[in-house]
């Protein structure tokens, strides 16, 4: 992904140079040039032809108080997919506690395993049952916390359920977890100097700062109703830091981060356009 955008960012700037260039031998040469506005396609990732309608379920999520990453990303991706994306009709659900759903289905899965035990053994059977809800974890504060949840999204058939109870969509569902950052040390910044004539020049300068702000790790699975089995998945991380002095709502982070990750969630899904601009001479 990184290599996309060092690659799109290449292009832009050599179209810039040739832009220049040629700008420079019209002028030298009398000729008009014109700026004519392009869009190229970009095709979908993911071939989703096979359904009509989208679910976004819910997601495991966890890391901050501040925030119900769970609530806002199902929210934000609902609102994204009915503005900018064509062709799935977005279903809408009370977002799904999945964390609670797990929890209930280990206990079940632990429950079942050790049914009908033999004679002395029924305090050990309770025992392995609540062992095995406690490696998940209800509170969610870092990656690692994440990693059991896993068998959820693993477990075909309960997902194939919900898949016929909202008529076979595509089913969007994964983590998020978004939490507090903070990173200390050397920093590029900006500073004015003036000379003996009183000329302004801006140099760089290196100083130590605290920084403070947030991390986003969202992982999407998306998951065909029909079958209950994975597709395909997309991770990505972002984070964001500012001034220690700066007091940035938890809120307001989340929205600048999922800003960044919003064009590659939507990128798998549906056909998307880049603008640009040729150069015409006349």
Known sequence: MTARLKQKTSSKLALAGVAV????ISAACGSEVYEVPVETPIAAKLDVSAFQRVLVAGFVAGGSDDLDAN??????????????????RVIDADPMQLIDIAQEQSKAAASAENAAPPDGLAVRTAQTADSAVSTLPQKIKDEKDLEPYDRLFANTAYWKRIGEEYQNPLIVTGTVLFMPRTSSGLVTRETEVYDGLGRRRVVPTRVYMERKGFMLRPKFIFIDGRTGATISSLARREEVLY??????????????????????????????????????LK
């Open 243 to 280: 001034n220690a002095q700066n007091e940035t709502p938890a809120l307001s982070s989340y929205f600048e981060l999922m800003d960044r990750i919003v064009p590659d969630f939507l990128g798998t899904l549906s056909t998307q356009k880049i603008k640009g601009t040729r150069v015409l």
């Open 21 to 24: 260039v040629v700008a420079a």
């Open 71 to 88: 609530q806002e990303t199902v929210r934000l991706l609902r609102s994204q997919l009915r503005t900018k994306s064509s062709g799935l």
